[in-house]
């Protein structure tokens, strides 16, 4: 069973940071991509940040370019993405997703997301 569970969300004012986590199991983890996307109220999803399990090649969007860290753990099969700076407009809920490639090459596995709130 192929799961990948976020966890890590949550509300905090703008200049806060969170860390947000994707667990994931039940297929060849060290195999594919770990990315990030999000989607904001009444907007169109969006990707973040990327990272390729086997050698650590990543992928930022613009928009969050100085701001947010991806990282892994190859033992533990866990992506973080680390936020910092949050600003109003990082409000969305926040999806792991993991495919053979990058971002923007579509994704095989999606969680369920979990949502963060940033206050001004």
């Known amino acids: 069973e192929v799961q990948l569970v976020e966890s890590g969300g949550g509300l905090v004012q703008a200049g806060g940071s969170l860390r947000l986590s994707c667990a994931a199991s039940?297929?060849?983890?060290?195999?594919?991509?770990l990315n990030w996307f999000r989607q904001a109220p009444g907007k169109e999803r969006e990707g973040v940040s990327g990272i390729s399990i086997k050698n650590g090649v990543t992928y930022y969007a613009d928009s969050v370019k100085g701001r947010f860290a991806i990282s892994r753990d190859n033992a533990k099969n866990t992506v973080y993405l680390q936020m910092n700076n949050l600003k109003p407009e990082d409000t969305a809920v926040y999806y792991c997703?993991?495919?053979?490639?990058?971002?923007?090459?579509?994704?095989?596995?999606w969680g369920k997301g979990t949502l963060v709130t940033v206050s001004s």
């Open positions: 997703a993991a495919g053979i490639y990058l971002l923007p090459w579509p994704m095989d596995y």
């Open positions: 039940g297929f060849a983890f060290d195999d594919y991509t």
